[in-house]
């Protein structure tokens, strides 16, 4: 038989860890009588909402906070859904559709907005912004000052740092690096372990791929492949349907 006392200490240590998360001040001040103890989850939940409010801070995991949705939005979150891990409510917008899945970590002064998204163990911090309709997926990592928005993608083991922006439609991915004040847009693809920094620029339909650096003021645009071991460097320009494969 099922103690029936257990049950409803269960019950109260759950709703408890929302009153905590909705008590802002941290000294029961929030809460006008005992009545707010006894709410149902769902009934919390409810005044969140009311707040303006799209998630509650949940639990604490490892110095972060789970959250958990206080209203349906998008097509894939649902009210009481639990999402990721967050430092604080800096990190993550009430508006828009933005939203942090998985075991996916937004800490530091970084911040997800208007209708970003986190996937699987991706992470975010330092001052790093991901808005617009930017994903970060997979063991991603974004920090320093980067930025990722538009419909843009960073995902696998793909890192982007410092002040490099990746915008529009590119993608970023595999265990790419793009670092310093490299730019990458358009329809432009990074993948494999290359590595795109200085103030480079990959744009246009360009692909940089395999063990491939591009660096310093190089511009990769166009239809230009570069790949293997190429190294493209200085004021380089690579344009038009060119594949490139040694250094330049």
């Not at 200490?9 to 009545?35: M, P, Y």
């Not at 309709?133 to 410092?162: C, P, R, T, W």
């Amino acid at each position: 038989m099922v103690n029936k006392n257990i049950l409803i200490s269960n019950r109260l240590k759950r709703i408890a860890k929302i009153i905590v998360a909705l008590d802002e001040e941290g000294d029961g001040s929030g809460f006008q009588s005992l009545t707010d103890y006894e709410n149902t989850e769902n009934d919390i939940l409810d005044r969140a909402e009311r707040e303006g409010k799209k998630y509650i801070l949940w639990k604490k995991e490892k110095g972060l906070w789970r959250i958990m949705a206080c209203k349906s939005f998008g097509s894939s979150v649902k009210k009481g859904d639990l999402g990721g891990l967050i430092e604080s409510e800096k990190n993550l917008a009430h508006d828009g559709g933005c939203w942090v899945f998985d075991d996916g970590k937004v800490y530091g002064n970084a911040k997800v907005f208007e209708n970003g998204i986190l996937w699987g163990n991706a992470e975010v911090y330092d001052s790093a912004r991901i808005y617009g309709n930017a994903l970060v997926a997979g063991k991603a990592q974004a920090f320093g000052n980067s930025e990722i928005y538009d419909h843009a993608k960073l995902s696998g083991s793909a890192m982007i740092g410092d002040n490099a922006k990746i915008y529009e439609n590119a993608i970023v991915y595999d265990n790419a690096q793009v670092l310093a004040n490299a730019q990458v847009y358009g329809n432009a693809r990074v993948y494999d372990n290359a590595e795109i920094y200085g103030n480079a620029k990959i744009y246009d339909n360009a692909q940089v791929l395999g063990r491939a650096a591009v660096y310093d003021d190089a511009l990769v645009f166009g239809d230009a492949f570069v790949f293997d071991n190429a190294i493209i460097s200085r004021n380089a320009l690579i344009y038009g349907h060119a594949e490139i494969d040694y250094c330049v």
